[in-house]
């Protein structure tokens, strides 16, 4: 069996010190296989961001080990953690805005720019991940002119413009109307479906849940392995390796 893209063994996570120390994530261990679409569910303030972030590179754990692709986190230099944030993962997060007086080709290009592709073939992608979600006629526009719904699938985007392995999303569908929450999620599971990218996804959305693959329950920074891991797809995937 292929080597998990993401293996968490036992990692922890407190913010703060001293008396205000405070452990948000206490020991959390999962597998993520290439091609999965992951949902990572609990109550507010359980540790799902953090465990995103953690998962993401975006900070370390403090405890436990993190493997990306079988390779130690901690052992991966800064210019390949930068190059793993840059081209296999994309995110799409509610925090990581958009540029509000860039235009919306700038804010989908700028993971490109920060690879050093050239500017002409930047602009091609840019404009075809725009076309994907249906916002090329805004591509000029300043970022702050769109609506929720176009921003947010302007992030995602920004998010697939590198080609990712992975996909991060927390909360991708959290502001936004049913219907073009709905228009999110089947372009989340249209990437995950046709280009075989892997998909953690953050969410309070149950039915947005149980689209995926699995579920990862976070309750109190722990992994409630009650709830955890039962298959719910709607309907059956091929993903070798999801259920024993
Ligand atoms: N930078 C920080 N400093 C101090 N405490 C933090 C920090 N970030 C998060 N926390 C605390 O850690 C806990 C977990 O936070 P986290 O953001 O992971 O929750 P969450 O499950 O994503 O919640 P939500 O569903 O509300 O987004 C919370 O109690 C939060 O207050
Ligand atoms: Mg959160």
Redesign the pocket.
């Known amino acids: 069996m292929s080597v998990p893209v993401l293996s968490a063994q036992n990692i922890g996570k407190s913010?703060?010190s001293g008396t205000n120390r405070?452990n948000?994530l206490k020991g959390v261990s999962l597998e993520i296989r290439a091609g999965e679409s992951v949902a990572i569910v609990?109550?507010?303030?359980?540790?799902?961001?953090?465990?995103m972030h953690l998962l993401a590179l975006l900070d370390d754990p403090d405890t436990g080990t993190l493997l990306v692709e079988g390779t130690d986190a901690r052992t991966l230099k800064g210019t390949e953690v930068n190059r793993l944030r840059n081209q296999d993962f994309g995110f799409v997060f509610q925090q990581f805005f958009l540029t509000a007086n860039a235009t919306v080709l700038d804010n989908v290009v700028l993971p490109l720019k920060i690879a050093g592709v050239p500017p002409r073939e930047r602009k091609a992608r840019g404009m075809a991940a725009l076309e994907q979600l249906e916002l090329a006629d805004k591509a000029k526009n300043k970022a702050i002119t769109l609506s929720g719904g176009q921003k947010q699938r302007a992030v995602i985007a920004r998010a697939l413009v590198n080609n990712p392995k992975v996909i991060f999303a927390d909360e991708p569908t959290g502001n936004l109307d049913t219907a073009t929450g709905a228009v999110v999620e089947d372009i989340l599971f249209a990437l995950n479906k046709d280009k075989g990218i892997t998909l953690i996804i953050?969410t309070?959305d149950i039915e947005l849940a149980a689209r995926c693959d699995r579920q990862i329950f976070?309750r109190d920074g722990r992994e409630d392995t009650t709830e955890s891991g039962a298959p719910r797809k709607r309907h059956a995937g091929a993903h070798a390796g999801a259920h024993a």
């Open positions: 913010y703060g405070f948000a609990g109550k507010s303030g359980s540790g799902k961001s953090t465990l953050v309070h976070i």
